[in-house]
């Protein structure tokens, strides 16, 4: 019965090309009243939006190689590849994560991934591995690693779930092999 007011509107405006080599957008889905609400003749709304936040370049990547079994207490290791157009720098780093995080902030555990070394003999290698502390893993469950480029400022690279475990649930042949040296 009269004018909307600014409590039923929902503003949005997108800045398309703010980034380099990313295009923002914003698409609605939908958009409704609130009509059980009654407490004023203004009614809440809502909307649903896609919103691509996300590179279309996908060779801008870290793979990583798969994981079985990390050990508690012990340096592990872990091997990922650069795509083609992925230059590391200084400050990039690979944290360790439980599975299931919500937040760059609740990594467990980092390393610079420059301090990796590489698995071939030519200084042009795009796979890397880097060593990881005997603290970053305390406690079994399923973690993750995740690749964060602070020259892009996003992440380049997640690995898939893996297992961490106390050692002493595996077996005897497996002890020895690991301490003469054989993984």
């Keep these: 019965r009269r004018r909307p007011s600014w409590t039923d509107r929902i503003l949005h405006k997108v800045n398309a090309n ?3 080599n990313l295009t923002l957008q914003a698409e609605q889905l939908s958009y409704n009243s609130l009509d059980y609400y009654t407490l004023s ?3 809440p709304v809502v909307a649903e939006f896609i919103i691509k936040v996300f590179s279309n370049y996908f060779e801008r990547v870290i793979e990583f190689q798969p994981l079985d079994t990390w050990y508690i207490d012990e340096e592990n290791y872990a091997s ?3 795509s083609g157009d992925v230059e590391p720098t200084m400050w ?8 299931g ?3 760059l902030e609740e990594y467990l555990c980092y390393v610079y991934a420059m301090r990796g070394t590489n698995n071939t003999n030519t200084a ?15 406690t079994p469950g399923q973690y993750r690693l995740l690749y964060f480029s602070n020259n892009s400022g996003s992440v380049l690279g ?5 297992r961490a ?7 005897t042949i497996s002890q020895l092999t690991y301490s003469d040296g054989f993984q």
């Design 158 to 162: 997640m690995s898939e779930a893996f």
């Design 80 to 82: 990922y590849t650069l």
């Design 92 to 99: 990039d780093w690979i944290g360790v994560f439980k599975d």
């Design 101 to 103: 995080f919500t937040s």
């Design 41 to 43: 003749d203004h009614k």
């Design 18 to 20: 703010v980034y380099e």
């Design 124 to 138: 042009r290698s795009r796979v890397k591995t880097v060593v990881f502390p005997i603290t970053a893993v305390r």
């Design 165 to 171: 475990v106390n050692r002493q649930g595996t077996s």
